[in-house]
């Protein structure tokens, strides 16, 4: 939660990142979204989707090249703040196919 002279802490980094992904699924609704990104903010995307505190995310491990997969389940209502996900994989490596 601390942030670095003229930086940001992770747990702000959550907060943009949540509201870059709302606003990206608002304006693409229904669609699928490719988002290549820094593994900071793909640690916070993950953390918005599973509701973890910035202090629990930390732990999440994300290495370069890897793929990761977030699916936003549209169902009409809204479960906690980010609404409902499902988490197929996290830290996949690029040459993986799932099956």
Known sequence: RNAPPGG???ASQIERTAAGIDRLSARFAGR????VSHGGTIRAACAYALGLAAEI???????????TRLD???TGLLRGAGGLWRVHYVNAPAYWTPC
Do not use: K, Q
């Open 8 to 10: 940001e802490s992770f």
């Open 32 to 35: 699928d979204i490719v988002c």
């Open 57 to 67: 995310a930390m732990a999440i491990v994300v290495d370069n090249l890897s793929v």
């Open 72 to 74: 936003r389940i549209d």
